[in-house]
Each structure stands twice: as structure tokens, then as C-alpha cells.
């Protein structure tokens, strides 16, 4: 009978530990998807700091609005010129793309033209080097940018499959940004107390 309460205390520790991993998975399961986002606002919130501070000490101290201010700052100098930037990217390599396919480069009218103006050594160096075949290249060439039309369209419809997804996504990453720039300090003295490590 004395090893009872005992044997109650390790029981409950035993179910305690066991319901702590448990959550903890469920946790990082849920977690997982928005492992990304999450990286990048840690790391956005660590290069803005000083950003953040001299917002504090504009705001006179407000702690809100100084990283709403930085949040915003962030937005729109630099997150909004990078989507931009990418957008304008696919679209010119789509256009690019559909233009070479609708009006396909003469390779072999091209390479006759420099060619025949190559001198007479250099034009017994090309016919050596295997580079005089341009019917093939142009056939390649074509293969190239089919397969890469195909792509790109795949890409855009998972792109586009993907956009509910990619915006919560950002919005987390925003939202957890804008409480490691307001807290993130307070955080990390924290986390480095809590670990059972020296400092």
C-alpha cells in the first residue's frame, strides 16, 4: 500500500508524457505545410529588426504600431516588387515562347548567312566540328520549345491550382512576422533560457 501513490504519480507522469508527444505531433503535422512561410518570416524578422526599432523609436515607444509600420514598409518595398518582378518574368518567358513557336527561327538560313561569310579556314574548322548540320538543330530547337511550352502551361495551371494555398500561406508568414518584430526579442531571451544548454 505505501508504493501506491507511487506508482499513481509515475502512471500520470508515463500518460502525461505520452498525450505531450501525441500533440506535439498532431502539432508539428498541422505545422508542416507552413514550414516554409514560417522560415522566411523568422528570417525577414531578424534582417528588418533594425528597421523595427527605429519605428520604435519614432512611434515613441508603441510597440504595435511600430511593427505595423515595418510590416508595411516590408510589404511594399519589397514583397510587392518581387511578386511583380516574378509575374513579369513568366509572363515575357510565355510570350517568348508562343512567339518562337508561331514564327520559328531559321537556323539553317541564319548559319548559311554566317557561313559564307566565315573565311575559308574557319568554314573547313565548322564542316570538322559536326556543327555544319543545322536541320537537325532546328528540329531539336522545336522539340526544346514544345516541351517547354508544356511546361510552362503545367506550371501555370499548378500555379493557379495553388493560389488559395500560396495566400494563406503568405498571410502566415506575414502575421508570424509581425509578432517576431514586435516580440521577437522577448522570444529568442526566452527560448535561450529554456534551453538546458549554456548560453
Same mark, same amino acid.
Given at each position: 500500500m505505501?508504493?501506491?501513490?507511487?506508482?499513481?504519480?509515475?502512471?500520470?507522469?508515463?500518460?502525461?508524457?505520452?498525450?505531450l508527444?501525441v500533440?506535439?505531433l498532431?502539432?508539428?503535422?498541422?505545422?508542416?505545410p507552413f514550414?516554409?512561410?514560417?522560415?522566411?518570416?523568422?528570417?525577414?524578422?531578424?534582417?528588418?529588426?533594425?528597421?523595427?526599432?527605429?519605428?520604435?523609436?519614432?512611434?515613441?515607444?508603441?510597440?504595435?504600431?511600430?511593427?505595423?509600420?515595418?510590416?508595411?514598409?516590408?510589404?511594399?518595398?519589397?514583397?510587392?516588387?518581387?511578386?511583380?518582378?516574378?509575374?513579369?518574368?513568366?509572363?515575357?518567358?510565355l510570350?517568348?515562347?508562343?512567339?518562337?513557336?508561331?514564327?520559328?527561327?531559321?537556323?539553317? $538560313?541564319?548559319?548559311?548567312?554566317?557561313?559564307?561569310?566565315?573565311?575559308?579556314?574557319?568554314?573547313?574548322?565548322?564542316?570538322?566540328?559536326?556543327?555544319?548540320?543545322?536541320?537537325? $538543330?532546328?528540329?531539336?530547337?522545336?522539340?526544346?520549345?514544345?516541351e517547354?511550352?508544356?511546361?510552362?502551361?503545367?506550371?501555370?495551371?499548378?500555379?493557379?491550382?495553388?493560389?488559395?494555398?500560396f495566400?494563406? $500561406?503568405?498571410?502566415?508568414?506575414?502575421?508570424?512576422?509581425?509578432?517576431?518584430?514586435?516580440?521577437?526579442?522577448?522570444?529568442g531571451?526566452?527560448?535561450l533560457?529554456?534551453?538546458?544548454?549554456?548560453?
Amino acid at each position: 500500500m505505501a508504493h501506491q501513490p507511487h506508482r499513481t504519480e509515475e502512471l500520470q507522469q508515463a500518460s502525461f508524457l505520452i498525450i505531450l508527444a501525441v500533440v506535439s505531433l498532431l502539432m508539428a503535422v498541422i505545422i508542416w505545410p507552413f514550414a516554409q512561410p514560417l522560415l522566411w518570416a523568422a528570417l525577414a524578422a531578424i534582417m528588418f529588426q533594425p528597421l523595427y526599432r527605429w519605428m520604435l523609436r519614432k512611434l515613441r515607444g508603441r510597440r504595435n504600431p511600430a511593427a505595423i509600420a515595418s510590416l508595411l514598409v516590408i510589404f511594399f518595398a519589397v514583397l510587392v516588387p518581387a511578386l511583380w518582378l516574378g509575374a513579369m518574368v513568366v509572363q515575357e518567358a510565355l510570350a517568348l515562347i508562343n512567339r518562337l513557336q508561331s514564327q520559328p527561327i531559321d537556323l539553317a $538560313a541564319t548559319f548559311d548567312s554566317v557561313y559564307s561569310m566565315l573565311p575559308a579556314p574557319a568554314q573547313d574548322a565548322v564542316n570538322r566540328s559536326g556543327f555544319a548540320d543545322m536541320a537537325s $538543330a532546328q528540329v531539336k530547337l522545336q522539340e526544346m520549345l514544345a516541351e517547354s511550352s508544356g511546361w510552362l502551361a503545367g506550371q501555370a495551371v499548378s500555379i493557379g491550382s495553388g493560389a488559395l494555398s500560396f495566400v494563406l $500561406a503568405f498571410s502566415v508568414g506575414l502575421y508570424v512576422m509581425f509578432f517576431l518584430l514586435r516580440d521577437g526579442e522577448r522570444i529568442g531571451r526566452t527560448v535561450l533560457r529554456t534551453i538546458p544548454v549554456e548560453r
